[in-house]
């Protein structure tokens, strides 16, 4: 099983980045997807989920609004489209799945700043 994700950088308030997430050695279709993300000193959250078909959809507070996710089981790969990126959106961004335990990538940095 591996999670590769991209997309990381360094944008200023108000830009936008697109992470993916890329799958293998597993039934991508199958499975449901989540994005985390951990800031410097802080504990690892949940950012957004998407069912196993993309039929459903959910964010924690402070990205509704800002970022969508999404799927494309054809590629076995999930998106997290940031918009509007604030200095908190900082953190480094962790994909997930849960079989019989937890997967994760290694992790793509994101950093807000001006």
């Known amino acids: 099983v591996q999670l590769v994700e991209t997309g990381g950088g360094l944008v200023p308030p108000g830009g936008s980045l697109r992470l993916s997430c890329t799958a293998s050695?597993?039934?991508?279709?199958?499975?449901?997807m989540r994005w985390y993300r951990q800031a410097p000193g802080k504990e690892r959250e949940a950012v957004a989920f998407?069912?196993?078909?993309?039929?459903?959809?959910y964010y924690n507070d402070p990205v509704k609004g800002r970022f969508t996710i999404s799927r494309d089981n054809a590629k076995n790969t999930f998106y997290l489209q940031m918009n509007n990126l604030k200095p908190e959106d900082t953190a480094v961004y962790y994909c997930?799945?849960?079989?019989?335990?937890?997967?994760w990538g290694q992790g793509t940095q994101v950093t807000v700043s001006p």
């Open positions: 998407i069912g196993s078909h993309g039929e459903t959809t």
């Open positions: 997930n799945f849960v079989d019989d335990r937890a997967h």
């Open positions: 050695g597993f039934t991508f279709s199958a499975y449901a």
